[in-house]
């Protein structure tokens, strides 16, 4: 099977949980696959609704126009949280985007959501913001990561910070990795730095 056949497999295998109380427990069926080494669980299937309440115990619902889930075994600024991240349309693509993201309507960091199987920081943007409700103004800023920059960053990275502004110098030693500026765009974007 190809990546999107083993993404799509894994899509069937979610079910939407009964309950807010069985989705915030996890205790509903998940689908799970592997992504460049990286083990991820899908908690919610493209075309699925996610619920919630926001901190202010206001209910929300947004039917998600990408798959949903985290990255097994990683930490994430929410405490008990694994790194969350939307699946695009390209997985074929080995970069990782990372949205730096505020609570909503405020300039204060709340944590990071990676996008995979994007070309381009525009459209893992795109794909961020459209798995949101209209008016959404959490997006800070997005950072373009090869896999092996991105399991460096997950390693040494300050999960509690945006990735933006971060002493890069820690995590991005896999920078020297094969198809480490395989893009114009990361090549630009470490050259910045340098």
């Known amino acids: 099977m190809n990546i999107r056949e083993i993404i799509a497999a894994a899509e069937a295998q979610v079910r939407e949980p009964v309950s807010l109380e069985q989705r915030e427990a996890g205790t509903y069926q998940k689908g799970h696959f592997t992504w460049n080494g990286l083990g991820i669980t899908l908690e919610s299937a493209k075309g699925m609704v996610r619920k919630g309440v926001d901190r202010n115990g206001k209910a929300w619902s947004i039917k998600l126009k990408n798959s949903y889930g985290y990255i097994k075994g990683t930490t994430s600024a929410e405490p008990g949280d694994q790194m969350d991240v939307f699946v695009g349309d390209d997985p074929e693509i080995e970069l990782v985007y990372v949205v730096d993201q505020n609570k909503?309507?405020?300039?204060i960091f709340d944590e990071h959501k990676c996008v995979i199987g994007c070309s381009?920081?525009?459209?893992?943007?795109?794909?961020?913001?459209?798995?949101?409700?209209?008016?959404?103004?959490?997006?800070?800023?997005?950072?373009?990561?090869?896999?092996?920059?991105?399991?460096?960053?997950?390693?040494?990275?300050?999960?509690?910070?945006?990735?933006?502004?971060?002493?890069?110098?820690?995590?991005?030693?896999?920078?020297?990795?094969s198809r480490a500026f395989n893009t114009p765009e990361v090549r630009a974007y470490f050259q910045q730095r340098e």
């Open 120 to 177: 381009n920081s525009t459209d893992a943007k795109r794909v961020y913001l459209s798995n949101y409700s209209p008016g959404w103004k959490g997006f800070r800023a997005v950072t373009a990561l090869t896999v092996p920059q991105f399991k460096n960053w997950l390693e040494h990275g300050d999960m509690t910070k945006p990735l933006k502004g971060q002493d890069y110098a820690k995590f991005l030693k896999a920078a020297s990795l």
């Open 104 to 107: 909503n309507n405020q300039d």
